[in-house]
């Protein structure tokens, strides 16, 4: 089905709210106490207005809500799991059929950390939670209170409800499933899930739809069969890095759309896929590595319908198509910084991703913003590059190089002369 088509399609299953009308609450404190009269229509905690009061308000309302974080670390400090009126444990929020978005400062400046003290953030069933602009981190779901409802979603429980993160760092989470993040349906924009735990299944779960755009996925750990991103229904990647997660990189039960991806290193394998899958211009490489024979695809019983201008470092995928690269070396540095505002893997000097994308159905920017198409490999064409970065024309390349020399130089000079 058309992307947008099933987007409006899932969004239908939401509840219609009314108009909306909204509040905006700004929280003034990092302090974590409970509204003293929750549902009063005043955030007050003491005197404060803090976190989990703002929550505690915006639940209650009847409105979509604003919740406005200052700079600062928002540490959970009142113990208490199982619990989901927001008072103790993790902040539970949400309010069936609206919207409450959480809105801090920015990654690293805006932390909210549970200290191990519960998971983090716990959405209620038939709501929309929205959060931008802040890290999560700390979150702690390590046991099973409830057999019928397992503990999981370190940093966030969604499983009923709409997520949309944007400009987010989810990173240290643990739980006894899906180390960071489960939701009914989620959208996550420029956001780094890294560096969670869990024992079993991948770090992003939905239940239903998950949409990922320029987004990394990396370094996820699960003692038993994990893995990075994983949805029920459908499944978008475009302009994304999932790479050295346990388990496999991408797992769609549903159909699987794919678009500038670089997928690299997973443990399991690249991408298992049980349901209709399109791929254009996505790079898989060195995924299964060790005791799993699953390489980069795992497509048995998949219906690949497009897949093009794709490369893989090994024979799994079938990839037949002009245009497509099988068993090659991709040549990809280090997953690292290189500008905008997550982490990515440049494909090296001479790698053959470079100028080697299907121009047709080329995104205009790559992962970090860049625009697109450079002319990566010097032949004074431009074309665009397979995987989630579009690197820098080699002359721009040696520019900035001999940029970065000149004024080292300069400065050595300098400091002789004085
Ligand atoms: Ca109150
Ligand atoms: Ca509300
Ligand atoms: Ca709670
Ligand atoms: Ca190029």
Redesign the pocket.
């Known amino acids: 089905m058309d992307r947008l088509l099933l987007l409006v399609a899932s969004l239908l299953l939401l509840p219609i709210a009314s108009p909306a009308r909204s509040a905006v609450l700004t929280v003034d404190s990092t302090e974590d106490l409970a509204d003293d009269d929750p549902g009063d229509g005043i955030c007050a905690a003491g005197g404060l207005c803090t976190l989990r009061a703002a929550i505690q308000e915006a639940n209650r309302n009847g409105e979509d809500d604003d919740i406005e974080l200052l700079a600062g670390t928002y540490a959970l400090a009142i113990p208490g799991r199982g619990e989901d009126e927001g008072a103790t444990g993790d902040l539970d929020v949400g309010e069936g059929g609206r919207t409450i978005t959480i809105r801090g400062a920015g990654v690293g400046w805006t932390v909210v950390d549970a200290l191990a003290l519960d998971r983090v953030f716990h959405a209620a069933p038939e709501s929309r939670l929205e959060i931008e602009q802040l890290s999560i981190r700390g979150g702690s779901e390590p046991t099973w209170p409830d057999p019928g409802r397992p503990a999981a979603g370190g940093a966030i429980d969604a499983r009923d409800a709409y997520l949309r993160l944007a400009d987010v760092l989810v990173a240290e989470n643990e739980a006894v499933e899906n180390a960071a993040i489960l939701a009914g349906q989620a959208v996550l924009e420029r956001v780094t899930v890294r560096d969670n735990a869990s024992y079993t299944g991948a770090a992003v779960v939905a239940v239903d739809l998950l949409d990922l755009a320029e987004c990394t996925v990396a370094w996820n750990t699960a003692i038993d069969a994990g893995g990075g991103v994983e949805a029920g229904l459908a499944l978008y990647v475009e302009n994304s890095t999932i790479v050295a997660n346990d388990g496999c990189g991408v797992t769609a039960y549903g159909s699987l759309s794919i678009r500038h991806a670089t997928i690299d290193e997973n443990a399991g394998c690249g991408v298992l896929a049980l349901g209709p899958v399109e791929m254009w211009n996505s790079v898989l490489a060195r995924n299964g590595g060790g005791a799993s024979e699953r390489g980069d695809c795992d497509f048995d019983g998949a219906m690949p319908h497009a897949l093009v201008h794709n490369a893989a470092s090994d024979e799994s995928c079938p990839f037949s198509e002009p245009g497509s690269l099988v068993g090659i070396d991709p040549q990809l540095g280090p997953l690292e910084g290189h500008g905008g505002p997550t982490i990515t893997q440049m494909p090296l000097a001479g790698s053959p991703l470079?100028?080697?994308?299907d121009d047709a159905v080329c995104r205009a920017i790559d992962q970090r913003g860049a625009p697109?198409?450079?002319?990566?490999?010097g032949d004074g064409v431009?074309?665009?590059?397979i995987g989630a970065v579009?690197?820098p024309?080699p002359a721009a390349a040696l520019a900035a190089a001999a940029s970065a020399a000149g004024l080292a130089l300069a400065v050595r000079a300098r400091f002789r002369n004085r």
């Open positions: 470079l100028d080697a994308a697109r198409p450079n002319d990566g490999d431009a074309h665009c590059d579009e690197a024309e």
